[in-house]
């Protein structure tokens, strides 16, 4: 037996066509969706991650501001979100990571309102996920979600391990498996006998950021695996957390690296800043906020 691959692109093709839809429709209200990103570091990854969502942006007609910074300082940091949380044609925002040395990320994705906080960075978004009022996950975890949705693989009643309790990945992931009704073990560095977790899930998600760390041990048979983790190999190509080679025969499906999970995640920034624009232009139809026409 071998997996069937749970790959990425047809996720992320069915996402673009709904921001197609959801641009087109703003369009008629001369709404031009916009997302800014704040990027304080010459890190060559994150300056090509961050190119990559402003290509991906323009070839949907979503509008992309980079905020290069340099070696900004804490405060200048805070002022640009300050801005852009005032601005009414930013509908996005995403502080990237890394910041210059000594600058603690925390305190400041507190300051992005969350109605703009399309990658779920601030505490009160988790904090919304986890009572069940709408909010933006983080895109990563959302990702996972909507590839098990794709390929209808059940989740209701169904026993799922997540490995990692990242805020990132692990946290947000675990409140919108038990949304829909996944009965749900979170994984971690302390977890005692890891297997023992594992391999009585009929799904596991890695997001540990241990490369290869989830073998064919680990898992049960027939099971389903997404791969969230990312690493660059020494030859420059990907890997993920789970050992696709030892796995792949055991499983019933497998979301691989490359090609799976990260495949949606800059598709799916980018249907969360139109939704924040769409939601923006109902809350004006309604006066709660103002919006100015041509935007
Ligand atoms: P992180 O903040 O480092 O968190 C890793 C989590 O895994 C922690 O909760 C950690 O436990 C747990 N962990 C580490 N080693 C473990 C082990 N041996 N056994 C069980 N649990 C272990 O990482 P992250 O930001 O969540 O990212 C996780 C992975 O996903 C990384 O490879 C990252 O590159 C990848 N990623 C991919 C995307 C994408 O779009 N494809 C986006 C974001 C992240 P403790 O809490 O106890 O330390």
């Known amino acids: 037996m071998s997996a069937r691959l749970l790959l990425g692109e047809p996720v992320a093709e069915k996402v673009r066509q709904r921001i197609g839809d959801l641009v087109t429709q703003l369009a008629t209200e001369h709404v031009t969706p916009k997302l800014a990103v704040i990027v304080a570091t010459d890190n060559q990854a994150t300056n090509w991650y961050v190119s990559s969502i402003a290509r991906a942006a323009t070839k949907l007609a979503v509008a992309c501001e980079?905020?290069?910074?340099?070696?900004?300082?804490?405060?200048?940091?805070?002022?640009?979100?300050?801005?852009?949380?005032?601005?009414?044609?930013?509908?996005?925002?995403?502080?990237?990571?890394?910041?210059?040395?000594?600058?603690?990320?925390?305190?400041?994705?507190?300051?992005?309102?969350?109605?703009?906080?399309?990658?779920?960075?601030?505490?009160?978004?988790?904090?919304?996920?986890?009572?069940?009022?709408?909010?933006?996950?983080?895109?990563?975890?959302?990702?996972?979600?909507?590839?098990?949705?794709?390929?209808?693989?059940?989740?209701?009643?169904?026993?799922?391990a997540v490995i990692g309790r990242s805020t990132v990945v692990g946290k947000p992931l675990a409140q919108l498996l038990l949304q829909l009704d996944a009965t749900v073990t979170i994984c971690h560095s302390r977890t005692v006998n890891l297997a023992e977790h594992t391999s009585r899930a009929e799904v596991c998600v890695v997001a540990a950021g241990q490369p290869h760390l989830l073998t064919?041990?680990?898992?049960?048979?027939?099971?389903?695996?997404?791969?969230?983790?990312?690493?660059?190999?020494?030859?420059?190509?990907?890997?993920?957390?789970?050992?696709?080679?030892?796995?792949?025969?055991?499983?019933?499906?497998?979301?691989?690296?490359?090609?799976?999970?990260?495949?949606?995640?800059?598709?799916?920034?980018?249907?969360?800043?139109?939704?924040?624009?769409?939601?923006?232009?109902?809350?004006?139809?309604?006066?709660?906020?103002?919006?100015?026409?041509?935007?």
Do not use: W
């Open 66 to 160: 980079v905020l290069d910074l340099g070696e900004a300082t804490a405060e200048t940091l805070a002022e640009t979100i300050k801005t852009l949380n005032a601005d009414e044609q930013i509908h996005g925002i995403i502080l990237q990571t890394p910041l210059p040395q000594g600058i603690d990320a925390s305190s400041l994705v507190k300051l992005i309102d969350p109605a703009k906080d399309i990658d779920g960075a601030n505490p009160v978004s988790l904090g919304q996920l986890s009572v069940g009022q709408e909010a933006f996950a983080p895109a990563t975890a959302r990702s996972v979600i909507e590839i098990l949705e794709h390929y209808r693989i059940p989740l209701a009643g169904k026993h799922v």
């Open 216 to 295: 064919a041990n680990e898992v049960a048979a027939h099971s389903v695996v997404i791969d969230v983790g990312t690493h660059v190999t020494e030859s420059g190509g990907l890997t993920g957390d789970v050992q696709a080679d030892s796995v792949q025969p055991l499983v019933s499906a497998l979301s691989p690296v490359p090609g799976g999970v990260g495949t949606v995640t800059t598709a799916l920034l980018l249907l969360h800043t139109v939704q924040a624009a769409v939601n923006f232009l109902e809350r004006s139809r309604r006066g709660e906020c103002q919006m100015s026409v041509g935007r």
